[in-house]
């Protein structure tokens, strides 16, 4: 949940929030039932068969380069929640986010949220995208050994302090020197995992899945919802294909433009409004927010939160409580940001903890931080000791991010000491933290897509069914829904009145409605509607008290996606 390591795009985060609205019976007539896509056979059409209890699995075999089939194919795995109703309206295809999060693993981990926000009406698919999790083609710099791998990426950013010219120089050279490790390690076909690639086979899902239905493959739409990196999934898709666009709900929207320039500049626009957002909602919940003192308004809590920031630049907090560390360490003003940064994606799921972070350090007591930000703690370092699932999201991003923009972000150490000057002027909170999402690692990691597979840009375009855009009012990474809205015609937009990353971190009839409207009959929202929500930042049921702190590893080592 908490991580100071890499900055993605994603709904990882989103994964502690939990309505539950739906119940459903589920078949438990087990007949062949399996639980590893390693078990789903790869087929040229589709084949769902049982899996993980409550879902059907496929597994496509597609073409690595459509234009080119000589290149050799790759696995797609699919994954079905089946709609209640059958036959179903469609298929929606659903992308959490990242690039890197795995589809199959989110539909799970999110579904009740799904079911909530799409209905029941529609199958819902998890998609793993080209290069993850359960999809070739298999990416992989650590040449089969997770446990270096995680060693690796635990130390990546440690020590990074934009505040120090030493300091970015040393991260411009190690996030170099990881794009030339990985160059020299993976494997050719690593080129064909991106976006516009990715976008092919949503295309070649939904043609297989008309020809299953005896419907003609040119007439078949993709219906789709994706969040954050997701949408950029999405309006590429819309791009590339824009007669072939069903239903799309495209949620936390990202600057496409600027994610396909590779500087991912244009993030934190409303950075610093969703770390107010933890002042405000700190003062207005008063004693259910540890951080709160009797009488406190908003500015009085973010005074305290930057004597806080400032004392910790000057000193750092020393951890030595065996009881929350299994080492001495420090806890720095970093690792505080790196704390700000995740808590912004999921509020009601954050921020009790980072307020109880905040009354620590606020007496220089740092073990609720170095146990969040998981300083003090080793991961396996060896065969032995590592624990499997792990999950690989790190690499994925990298390859897919820079494959997508080509280094058209200039790799200059110059314009990396620009980037952090820009980031920190645009967010005085997040954008110390930012810079590291991406952008570095590219410069050195030499492969490139065919031809085929490099995106040309969005221009002004008609799209077969209009396009669904929405968000939160306060979004911390992903707010350009405006820009993106005014690439294809006809589109509407839908904002919801909550602070976070994703339509899922809470709940709304409205916003539920809306969409579930827009995928029965297509209809729009009304222009500029705003709907309310059940937000609530410091709900009484969750927190600390139902985390627990008796592990020493309460939160996954989790890694930020788009
Ligand atoms: C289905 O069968 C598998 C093995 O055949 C078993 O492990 C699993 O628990 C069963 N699931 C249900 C829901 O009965
Ligand atoms: C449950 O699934 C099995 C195997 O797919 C099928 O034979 C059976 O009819 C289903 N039962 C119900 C109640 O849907
Ligand atoms: C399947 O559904 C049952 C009933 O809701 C739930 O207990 C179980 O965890 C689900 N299994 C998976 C793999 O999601
Ligand atoms: C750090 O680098 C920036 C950009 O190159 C430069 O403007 C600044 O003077 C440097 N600061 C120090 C203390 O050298
Ligand atoms: C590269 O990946 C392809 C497809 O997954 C595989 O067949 C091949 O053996 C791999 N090559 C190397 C050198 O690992
Ligand atoms: C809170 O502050 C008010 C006014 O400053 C004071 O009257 C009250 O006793 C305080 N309550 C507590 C619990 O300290
Ligand atoms: C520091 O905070 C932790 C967590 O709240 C607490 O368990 C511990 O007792 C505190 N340490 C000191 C020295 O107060
Ligand atoms: C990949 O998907 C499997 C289920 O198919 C899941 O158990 C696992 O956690 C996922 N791994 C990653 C890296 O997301
Ligand atoms: C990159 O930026 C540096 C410093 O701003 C500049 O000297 C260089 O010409 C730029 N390179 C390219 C390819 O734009
Ligand atoms: C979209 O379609 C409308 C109606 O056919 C047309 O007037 C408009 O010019 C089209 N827009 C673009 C960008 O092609
Ligand atoms: C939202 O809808 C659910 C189910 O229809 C209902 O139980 C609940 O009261 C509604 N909540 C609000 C705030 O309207
Ligand atoms: C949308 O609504 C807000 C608040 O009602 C208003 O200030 C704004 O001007 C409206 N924007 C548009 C484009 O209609």
């Known amino acids: 949940m908490f991580t100071r390591q890499s900055y993605l795009l994603g709904l990882a985060a989103s994964v502690a929030a939990s309505p539950a609205l739906l119940q459903r019976e589920y078949n438990t007539t087990n007949t062949s039932m399996v639980y590893s896509f390693k078990d789903v056979p790869v087929t040229k059409d589709i084949q769902y068969i049982p899996c993980f209890d409550n879902y059907t699995c496929t597994q496509l075999d597609v073409p690595l380069d459509y234009e080119d089939l000589d290149a050799g194919y790759t696995n797609i795995a699919f994954q079905r929640y089946e709609a209640a109703q059958q036959p179903a309206l469609g298929d929606i295809i659903f992308n959490p986010g990242g690039p890197g999060e795995s589809a199959t693993l989110s539909l799970m981990q999110l579904l009740p949220q799904l079911l909530e926000l799409l209905g029941d009406s529609y ?10 999790n359960n999809s070739g083609p298999l990416l992989d710099c650590f040449d089969g050994k997770p446990w270096l791998r995680d060693y690796y990426y635990g130390q990546l950013y440690d020590g990074v302090d934009p505040r120090s010219n030493v300091s970015i120089s040393n991260y411009y050279e190690t996030s170099g020197t990881f794009g030339t490790w990985c160059t020299q390690n993976l494997n050719k076909t690593a080129k064909y995992a991106n976006t516009p690639a990715t976008a092919r086979d949503m295309l070649q899902y939904a043609e297989l899945l008309a020809e299953t239905q005896g419907k003609p493959r040119e007439d078949a739409k993709v219906d789709f919802y994706g969040a954050s990196y997701g949408t950029v999934l999405g309006t590429t898709f819309a791009a590339l294909f824009p007669d072939r666009v069903g239903k799309f709900l495209i949620d936390a929207v990202v600057d496409g433009d600027d994610y396909y320039h590779g500087s991912w500049s244009q993030n934190i626009l409303q950075g610093d409004a969703s770390v107010d957002a933890f002042f405000k909602t700190c003062a207005e919940a008063g004693p259910l927010c540890a951080f709160y003192r009797n009488g406190s308004t908003a500015s009085d809590i973010k005074e305290r939160f930057d004597a806080i920031l400032a004392d910790l630049e000057e000193d750092p907090v020393p951890v030595n409580d065996p009881l929350f560390v299994e080492f001495p360490t420090t806890v720095t003003h970093m690792d505080v940001r790196g704390l700000l940064q995740t808590a912004v994606y999921n509020p009601p799921s954050l921020f009790s903890i ?17 146990l969040y930000a998981s300083k003090g703690i080793a991961p396996g370092t060896s065969k032995c000791d590592y624990t499997p699932g792990g999950t690989d999201t790190v690499l994925p991003k990298e390859v897919i991010a820079c494959n997508d923009n080509s280094k058209s972000f200039n790799g200059s150490e110059e314009a990396l000491f620009q980037l952090f ?3 920190k002027k645009l967010s005085t909170y997040l954008g110390d933290t930012w810079p590291m999402a991406v952008v570095p690692q590219c410069r050195l990691l030499d492969i490139t897509p065919p031809k085929s597979q490099l995106f040309a840009g969005f221009k002004k375009i008609n799209t077969s069914t209009p396009i669904l855009f929405a968000d939160n009012v306060i979004d911390p990474v992903t707010s350009s829904y405006e820009l993106m809205s005014g690439y294809f015609e006809g589109s509407a937009i839908l904002l919801q009145d909550a602070v976070g990353h994703g339509l899922v971190v809470t709940s709304s009839n409205c916003t539920s409605s809306y969409v579930q409207k827009y995928f029965k009959t297509g209809e729009l929202p009304p222009r500029n509607t705003t709907c309310e929500t059940e937000f609530d930042a410091f709900p009484l049921a969750t927190g600390l008290q139902k985390r627990g702190l008796a592990s020493h590893h309460p939160l996954s080592r989790r890694h930020f996606a788009l």
Request: proline letters at 3%; glycine letters at 14%; charged letters at 20%.
């Open 123 to 132: 199958n819902i698919i998890g998609m793993d995208p080209r290069g993850i």
């Open 421 to 423: 000057a820009e980031q």
């Open 354 to 370: 980072l307020a109880a972070v905040a009354d620590g350090l606020e007496t220089r007591n740092g073990s609720l931080a170095a």
